[in-house]
């Protein structure tokens, strides 16, 4: 008999397919306590990955495009702070994901840049933009005027009422 998931089991395939961080899904799906080691036990479950390569299916680039950017406007940077303080034993286990990039002067220390917020918010606010299919471009709307004045057929292209 095969076992379903639980409601938490789904809710955490439905954050990582999302999010694509254990550590983060584990927490938003409800494993309160150590979300990452939670994050990596679920991952080696064969039921979790196959619900989560189903959940992959369904999702289009743009809209893991946009979760990407959701992530850089909105992620956490505590494992990049964890990484300042000395934490190098297991940086496989870090999700540096908003770092763009880290560099070790000769003189000792670290520096880390992070991907700009305020971008990764334009973008976001574009795409949100873009995906309403209830208006268009204004680009796109002149190069339809264009081809209706072209094609001799000036009556549409003056149908919001300007004439050209």
Do not use: H
Request: proline letters at 3%; a negative charge; hydrophobic letters at 40%.
């Amino acid at each position: 008999m095969e076992e379903k998931l639980s409601k938490k089991e789904q809710d955490f395939c439905r954050y990582y397919a999302y999010l694509r961080s254990p550590r983060e899904a584990a927490a938003l799906a409800g494993f309160i306590l150590l979300p990452e080691r939670c994050g990596e036990k679920l991952l080696d479950k064969k039921k979790i990955r196959d619900e989560i390569l189903r959940l992959e299916a369904q999702q289009s680039d743009f809209k893991l495009a946009k979760a990407g950017f959701r992530r850089l406007a909105f992620g956490s940077v505590a494992d990049a702070v964890r990484l300042l303080d000395g934490e190098r034993e297991n940086v496989d286990g870090l999700d540096l994901f908003m770092v763009s990039d880290i560099k070790i002067p000769k003189g000792g220390g670290m520096e880390i840049k992070f991907f700009d917020r305020q971008k990764a918010l334009e973008c976001l606010a574009s795409m949100e933009g873009l995906s309403d299919n209830s208006s268009t471009m204004p680009f796109y709307d002149a190069l339809e005027k264009s081809a209706a004045l072209v094609s001799g057929a000036p009556e549409n292209a003056s149908s919001d009422g300007v004439d050209l």
